[in-house]
């Protein structure tokens, strides 16, 4: 067996830019293959430059939307690097805010639907025949807006709570072979893991950090690392379960200043 093929595999879609990034690096440098699945060709173009010394990493363009094209990513992560040991839902459209509820259209409604919770039932469904042979693992990103909201975000908490049911109900049709656990990630800065052109100098308050009991907000290598755990022999008594990462922010009680 080639050193290559005796690597797993992991597929991390939406892994060219922000927490994907972060996960597809982390993943690199702990001897995994990586296929980058982002509908952004840009960002995925420097992915491939930017990680190549870190290990194999292949790169292919996606709408995890579209059912052809997420058979064709299957087909071809295969092809390319192996059977896939390792799904991570990462990819979904991440501004929360859609506007007030009276001017929601369907076909925005629809289209975070449609690539937040479909598609992670597509590549799920595309990715079981590989992951029951491999005995691997899904990992789904979620939200802590699945189960607390503010104003006018109805789309996108809608989606990422039908991930987190999706996440427990795939648990038990793939169980055994196959464990399914989720990650709610809460406030967490992407700004530096950004492709190139988008990229920014995050600047944040002393109070938004202090808004969190661990004393600052959260960085894509904190999810990064319980994706590691997740899908390490470490976490082999653990599925359906969803794990906030969210320096403890959703268990801080607020109250109104007088």
Known sequence: MSESTS??????????????????SALLQQGWQVMVADIDGEAG???IHLFDSLGKVVFHPVDVSREDQVKE??????????????????AG????????LEDLDLTTWQRYLDVNLTGVFLCSKYAAADLRATKGSIINLGSTR????????????????????????????LGPDVRVNAI??????VGEWQKNSSRYQP???????????????????????????LASDLAGFVTGQNFVVDGGMSRKMVYKED
């Open 7 to 24: 690597r797993p595999v992991a597929l991390v879609t939406g892994g060219a830019q922000g927490i994907g990034r972060a996960i597809s």
């Open 184 to 189: 709610s990630p809460g406030w967490i800065e």
């Open 45 to 47: 173009t420097e992915c």
């Open 146 to 173: 699945a189960t607390q909201s503010e104003p006018d975000t109805e789309a996108y908490s809608a989606s990422k709570g039908g991930v987190i049911s999706l996440t427990h109900s795939l648990a038990i049709s």
């Open 93 to 100: 459209l991440a501004n929360p805010y859609t506007g007030a």
């Open 73 to 90: 990513l299957i087909k071809l992560t295969n092809e390319k690097l192996g059977p896939i040991n390792l799904l991570v839902n990462n």
């Open 203 to 229: 600047f944040h308050s002393d109070e938004d950090h202090e808004q969190h009991p661990v004393g600052r907000m959260g960085k894509p290598d904190d999810i990064a690392g319980m994706v590691l755990w």
